[in-house]
């Protein structure tokens, strides 16, 4: 009789289980379906855009996640500071201000939005103090965008480089239509 529990008790844990499909594979780290489609969800949210969870959109969001990783991957080697909980709260704040596009319509939740906020200031001051270019101390407008220009540039380049060396593997069936 107790193996029967046990086996109904298994039978029961596995049916409620939810399964989520690996997309991305970089190195040892794993993107699945979910994250994926929670990306494409806040990009197109952030930029006002309408919901397309179609293949090319998934792709997209796919290849900005391992540039993310890659990031994360550097910024855990050389300790650099993640943004405080009062940041990403301000974040959310002003962004509910200026924006008024409701987070349902999107799927997406107040903290997944303060989360992908929190990430995106994190990210901004990895690349400021990792490739940083000093400006003049008076700086016009087209040294402003040189140097802004340089920062984006080291960045790709930097980013280029590191997926050489880090084995991504994208899991066609995750991009299927």
């Known amino acids: 009789m107790r193996v029967a529990i046990t086996f109904v008790a298994i039978a029961l844990t596995s049916i409620a289980g939810v399964v989520d499909r690996v997309a991305v594979v970089i190195g040892n780290k794993v993107i699945t379906e979910s994250e994926v489609l ?3 969800r806040l990009t197109e949210l ?3 855009q309408p919901l ?3 293949p090319a959109a998934r792709r997209a969001a796919a290849d900005r996640l391992v540039d993310q990783q890659l990031i994360r991957n550097e910024m855990e080697i050389g300790n650099y500071p993640m943004p405080t909980a009062a940041e990403a709260d ?4 002003k962004w509910r201000q200026e924006h008024h596009l409701p987070l349902e319509n999107y799927g997406v939740t107040e903290e997944e939005l303060k989360q992908y906020l929190l990430w995106q200031l994190a990210a901004i001051r990895f690349t400021d103090q ?6 003049p101390d008076s ?3 087209s040294a402003d965008r040189a140097a802004a220009n340089s920062v984006d540039d080291q960045l790709d380049a930097w980013l280029k480089q590191q997926r050489t060396t880090a084995r991504v593997q994208f899991k066609d069936g995750a991009f299927k239509p």
């Open 52 to 54: 397309d969870l179609g």
């Open 139 to 141: 700086p016009s407008e």
């Open 90 to 93: 301000a974040m959310v704040r």
């Open 46 to 48: 952030m930029n006002g």
């Open 38 to 40: 929670r990306e494409v």
């Open 130 to 135: 990792r490739f940083h270019v000093a400006i």
